[in-house]
Nanobody
């Protein structure tokens, strides 16, 4: 199982960026996490396998949107109004379990498959 994340880059405060994660054949909950320098990896957003359930961390709610195109095997993270504190390596992940279409876990231990990460840098 391979997850391929892309779309990171260097942007300025207030800019937008869209991350993509390709995960063919993984019809399960998908999430984005991020890890800033010197900090622990943290949850950003999750979407259930059917797309009906989403959840966001408080720090990105209202600015980020997670979506998925199951036919294309891709999950997206649209990031708007970026702030310097959004600077981090962003990782996509696929859930270990697949119990229901609405399953959308937010904890790291719930995820078994991880992409390699893509760096997002927001300058002030």
């Amino acid at each position: 199982v391979q997850l391929q994340a892309s779309g990171g880059g260097l942007v300025q405060t207030g800019d937008s960026l869209r991350l993509s994660c390709t995960a063919f054949g993984l019809n399960r909950a998908m999430a984005w996490f991020r890890q800033a320098p010197g900090k622990e990896r943290e949850f950003v957003a999750v979407i259930s396998r059917g797309g009906s359930h989403t959840s966001y961390s408080d720090s990105v709610k209202g600015r980020f949107t997670i979506s998925r195109d199951n036919a294309a095997g891709t999950v997206y993270l649209q990031m708007n109004t970026l702030k310097p504190e959004d600077t981090a390596v962003y990782y996509c992940a696929a859930a270990s379990a697949n119990p229901s279409s609405g399953y959308a876990p937010v904890r790291i231990p719930s995820y078994a498959y991880w992409g390699q990460g893509t760096l997002v840098t927001v300058s002030s």
